[in-house]
């Protein structure tokens, strides 16, 4: 059994990871660390959890845990990835695990010199879902990718939400806009070459709201629009020569909606749908996480998410200028 701590009593911990580790075949949650000790307690008596920490480096220091999860404000990430890769921990760092694409860099080095895994959580790779796309595409059910189109999008306008503070890495890019790339990259096996990017920015906040991307994979082209106030949606399309293929639930599988992709043919005339139910994603993240940190199975790479970064940072640029941008 792989034994987490679990650095902060954020949100997304206590509501999807720490259940989810804790129903996972292979690995435990041994420890919670919060900056407030009574926090931490709280935390762990809550989920059962034997030991509590005062300080993020005490838990480190201790030899109760194998692995740490970090759900810190994203500006955080960078900083106790390392911190834990150098204490000799197994890293699990919550999306994005960086804001531009050369503090990739530095993870990969720690990673290296400690010789421990450090993944960034993209759950979605790890969903039934995401793998029955991934089959369909190279299968040819659709015969030749030509576009993929997507959209992810839901409201918050509090001033005291991470997502709304530049300093804690708030927008919306950093926060959704990694998922249609992410999910595109990882279905096709193909990288972008060049985008074009409109974005938007708070006049209040100062954070990113809105982006509307085109980018350029050479075979095929990406389309995606995102924000963080508009209403709530989530859609991702796949549509080639022969078919296409809708992800019902693309990013918040079974919370958002049905697990579903629907495959329709070329006149629009049949359609096959496939459904998953309650995969569990984050739970499949933490075994799949489990089985690596043992030398057993992939996650997903710093490499790959340094190249996922490179996209983000890309349509940064793209923004700043008319016409494309090289990624």
């Known amino acids: 059994m792989l034994r987490f701590g ?4 954020a949100k997304i911990a206590q509501d999807h990871v720490i259940p989810a580790i804790q129903d996972a075949q292979n690995c435990v949650v041994s420890a919670i660390a919060s900056r407030d000790l009574a926090k931490a307690r709280a935390v762990a008596d ?13 838990m480190l220091a201790s030899d109760v845990i194998d692995a740490v999860y970090i759900p810190l404000p994203t500006s955080q990430h960078v900083e106790w990835t390392i911190k834990a890769a150098d204490a000799g921990k197994h890293v699990l760092c919550e999306k994005p695990i960086a804001l531009k694409a050369e503090e990739i860099d530095t993870l990969i080095a720690a990673r290296d010199r400690n010789r421990v895994i450090v993944s960034e959580a993209f759950m979605v790779t ?22 993929v189109q997507g959209a992810f ?33 990882f279905a096709t096996g193909a990288e972008p070459r060049r985008v074009q990017a409109a974005v ?4 209040e906040f100062g954070t990113d709201i809105y ?7 050479g075979d095929f082209e990406l389309s995606f629009y995102l924000a ?23 990013f918040n599988a079974n919370r958002w909606g049905a697990e579903e992709i629907e495959l329709t043919n070329q006149a629009h005339s049949q359609s096959q749908i496939f459904r ?52």
Do not use: C
């Open 228 to 250: 963080t106030q508009l209403a709530a949606r989530q859609i991702m399309v796949f549509h080639g020569t022969e078919g296409y293929i809708e992800v019902k639930s693309p």
């Open 46 to 58: 809550r989920f059962s959890v034997p030991h509590a920490f005062g300080s993020y480096e005490e």
């Open 6 to 9: 679990i650095i902060s009593t």
């Open 126 to 147: 790890y969903a039934p879902v995401w793998a029955k796309v991934k089959e369909l595409l190279a299968s040819g059910a659709i015969g030749t990718l030509k576009h």
């Open 153 to 185: 999008s839901y409201f918050n306008r509090d001033p005291g939400n991470m997502r709304n503070i530049p300093e804690l890495g708030g927008g919306a890019l950093p926060d959704i806009g990694v998922y249609p790339t992410i999910v595109t990259r």
């Open 200 to 203: 938007e920015r708070d006049k």
């Open 276 to 327: 998953f139910q309650d995969s569990r994603q984050y739970k499949l993240e933490a075994e799949a996480f489990a089985r690596a940190a043992k030398g057993e199975g992939d996650v997903v790479t710093l490499e790959s998410s340094r190249k996922n970064q490179l996209f983000i940072d890309a349509i940064y640029r793209a923004a700043e200028k008319d016409g494309w941008e090289r990624v």
């Open 211 to 217: 982006s509307s991307v085109r980018a350029d994979f």
